[in-house]
Each structure stands twice: as structure tokens, then as C-alpha cells.
């Protein structure tokens, strides 16, 4: 029998364990969001709230756009909840506990429509101004993450901005290497209210042509957009 009570399961919010208990019964250890709403029954708010925990805590990675996949982590967790029977009853977000506010903002990259092969190329990452129901009262520290495969950053590189009402948007190079494609992939953080812990909020990927030497219409810029969730309040 497992003793819940010593694990980090047992300090798991009820909306995270509602997904762990998702996976436990999918056929597939990915899963896109949509797929874990529908099959779940959260809302936004509980979907935001219970994903970033996983995610935070490495039960689940993203793995493309908006699609999750179990670590092995979390494939440990699926197994000790089939050893169990089932998983603890979690904090439930009526206690009191999280009364934060969430709102969505859209993630922006703008890149050039194919990439010189080993030259460096200027990209924006950035957020979009929001819509009126996604105002944030109490301005928040963000953290993008970069990497991509077959270019440079190939590990992670940190972008940090402050956002608030305002478009936001901040200026980087990468370089593709010789090959006829590179991804790029965006995670999105916010920091806590301590600002030595953060939560994800969601991210993407793209997939870009590589070119040796691309002409200027295939150099022209193009705009990549996905939204996070982020907390009004990120105490």
C-alpha cells in the first residue's frame, strides 16, 4: 500500500490530480489541452491551474502546441496510482487557499518566414496588448524560455520582461544551423510574488525552413501567436 501522505501527490492541487487521474486512463501518454478539458471537465481557470503544477513540478512536459506527455515522473505516478487504487482527494480550490484571478495573454514570435542557414537572425518575443477582460490589476514578471533543435539557442536561453496593460516585447538573435529545418520552441514562467519561484503558463513551438541563402521576400517577418494563462495575483 502507498502512504500518500509523504509524497509530493498528497500536496498536489484537486485540479492537477483530476489530470494525473486523466492520463491514468488515456490510451496515449500525450495528450493535447482541448483533450484533457473535454476528458476532464475543467474549466480554464482549474485546466491553467492544475497543468502549470504538473508541469512545475515535472509529472508532465510540453511536448508541442499545447500538447502534453508524462514524464518519468509522472509515469510513476500513474503507477503508483494503479498500485493504490487511486489517488489522494488533493486541496480543493475552495479552501480558501487560491482566490487568484486568471487571465489569458496572447504570446507573440515573429520571425523570419525561412531562416539563414549558420547566419544570425533578429526575432521579437513579445505579448500582445490584452483584450478588456484580461487586464491585469498587479503587474507581472515573466520569464520566456528559447531553445531550439538544429540551431542555437540550444539551451535554454531566459528572457525576462515586466508585463502589464501595455504590448510588451523584447528583441533576440538565434542561428539555424545547416540543416532544411529548425524548431523553435517559447516556454512562458511567471514568477511568484517571491521571485525565487515561478509557475509555467504555457508555450509553443514552430517549425521554420532553412535556408543557405534566402531571398528578401523569404526573409520577410511572420507572426506566431498562442495564448497563456497567467494569474492576476501570482502569490
Same mark, same amino acid.
Given at each position: 500500500?502507498?502512504?500518500?501522505?509523504?509524497?509530493?501527490?498528497?500536496?498536489?492541487?484537486?485540479?492537477?490530480?483530476?489530470?494525473?487521474?486523466?492520463?491514468?486512463?488515456?490510451?496515449?501518454?500525450?495528450?493535447?489541452?482541448?483533450?484533457?478539458?473535454?476528458?476532464?471537465?475543467?474549466?480554464?481557470?482549474?485546466?491553467?491551474?492544475? &497543468?502549470?503544477?504538473?508541469?512545475?513540478?515535472?509529472?508532465?512536459?510540453?511536448?508541442?502546441?499545447?500538447?502534453?506527455?508524462?514524464?518519468?515522473?509522472?509515469?510513476?505516478?500513474?503507477?503508483?496510482?494503479?498500485?493504490?487504487?487511486?489517488?489522494?482527494?488533493?486541496?480543493?480550490?475552495?479552501?480558501?487557499?487560491?482566490?487568484?484571478?486568471?487571465?489569458?495573454?496572447?504570446?507573440?514570435?515573429?520571425?523570419?518566414?525561412?531562416?539563414?542557414?549558420?547566419?544570425?537572425?533578429? &526575432?521579437?518575443?513579445?505579448?500582445?496588448?490584452?483584450?478588456?477582460?484580461?487586464?491585469?490589476?498587479?503587474?507581472?514578471?515573466?520569464?520566456?524560455?528559447?531553445?531550439?533543435?538544429?540551431?542555437?539557442?540550444?539551451?535554454?536561453?531566459? &528572457?525576462?520582461?515586466?508585463?502589464?496593460?501595455?504590448?510588451?516585447?523584447?528583441?533576440?538573435?538565434?542561428?539555424?544551423?545547416?540543416?532544411?529545418?529548425?524548431?523553435?520552441?517559447?516556454?512562458?514562467?511567471?514568477?511568484?510574488?517571491?521571485?525565487?519561484?515561478?509557475?509555467?503558463?504555457?508555450?509553443?513551438? &514552430?517549425?521554420?525552413?532553412?535556408?543557405?541563402?534566402?531571398?528578401?521576400?523569404?526573409?520577410?517577418?511572420?507572426?506566431?501567436?498562442?495564448?497563456?494563462?497567467?494569474?492576476?495575483?501570482?502569490?
Amino acid at each position: 500500500m502507498t502512504d500518500w501522505s509523504s509524497g509530493g501527490l498528497y500536496t498536489l492541487p484537486g485540479e492537477a490530480l483530476t489530470i494525473l487521474r486523466f492520463f491514468a486512463g488515456a490510451s496515449s501518454e500525450a495528450a493535447h489541452s482541448e483533450a484533457i478539458m473535454e476528458g476532464t471537465g475543467l474549466s480554464d481557470r482549474g485546466f491553467g491551474k492544475g &497543468i502549470r503544477r504538473l508541469v512545475t513540478r515535472n509529472y508532465l512536459t510540453l511536448s508541442g502546441e499545447q500538447v502534453y506527455r508524462l514524464t518519468e515522473q509522472g509515469r510513476r505516478a500513474i503507477r503508483e496510482l494503479n498500485e493504490a487504487g487511486d489517488l489522494p482527494a488533493g486541496r480543493s480550490s475552495d479552501d480558501g487557499g487560491d482566490d487568484a484571478r486568471f487571465v489569458r495573454r496572447r504570446l507573440i514570435l515573429v520571425t523570419p518566414a525561412v531562416l539563414p542557414a549558420d547566419r544570425a537572425a533578429r &526575432i521579437t518575443v513579445g505579448f500582445d496588448d490584452p483584450d478588456d477582460d484580461d487586464r491585469l490589476d498587479v503587474p507581472s514578471n515573466i520569464l520566456v524560455r528559447l531553445n531550439m533543435v538544429n540551431g542555437e539557442p540550444s539551451r535554454s536561453q531566459e &528572457i525576462s520582461l515586466a508585463l502589464d496593460n501595455q504590448f510588451a516585447q523584447q528583441m533576440v538573435s538565434i542561428t539555424a544551423g545547416a540543416f532544411t529545418r529548425a524548431r523553435l520552441r517559447a516556454e512562458v514562467f511567471q514568477f511568484k510574488d517571491s521571485e525565487d519561484d515561478y509557475e509555467f503558463c504555457g508555450g509553443m513551438y &514552430i517549425d521554420l525552413a532553412v535556408q543557405r541563402q534566402p531571398d528578401a521576400l523569404a526573409l520577410a517577418p511572420r507572426a506566431y501567436g498562442m495564448d497563456v494563462i497567467l494569474r492576476d495575483s501570482a502569490g
